[in-house]
């Protein structure tokens, strides 16, 4: 059974730091395009990284580019987003997600498949 849980949210000061880790189960991440979305309250969600698989290509919006990396363990077999200097508007609830259909991965999260549950970051003083 395919799952995704992501983990290492909380509350942190504007320009703090927090790594956001999402373990799989049911496939190899390795395999697949991944991506980290948030979804702020009353808004859309939207994509904020996603690696694609064979060459791990990594897309982020101009939003967090510099600030944000994601990354593959592929001996924990997670995703793993480290977010930098963050900013009010980073806050939100964080999703991962698996793509089955492509290898070159999207920011946009229609073309994910499967899910996490999310877990939320709060960016307040």
């Known amino acids: 059974q395919v799952q995704l849980v992501e983990s290492g949210g909380g509350l942190v000061q504007p320009g703090g730091s927090l790594r956001l880790s999402c373990a799989a189960t049911?496939?190899?991440?390795?395999?697949?395009?991944v991506g980290w979305f948030r979804q702020g309250p009353g808004q859309t969600r939207v994509g904020i990284a996603c690696l694609s698989m064979y060459d791990n290509t990594a897309n982020y919006p101009d939003a967090v580019k510099g600030r944000f990396t994601i990354s593959r363990d592929n001996a924990k077999n997670t995703v793993n987003l480290e977010m930098n200097n963050l900013k009010p508007e980073d806050a939100g609830v964080y999703y991962c997600a698996r793509d089955v259909r492509r290898m070159t991965c999207s920011l946009l999260p229609d073309t994910y498949d499967d899910w996490g549950q999310g877990t939320q970051v709060i960016v307040s003083a």
């Open positions: 049911g496939f190899i991440v390795e395999h697949y395009p």
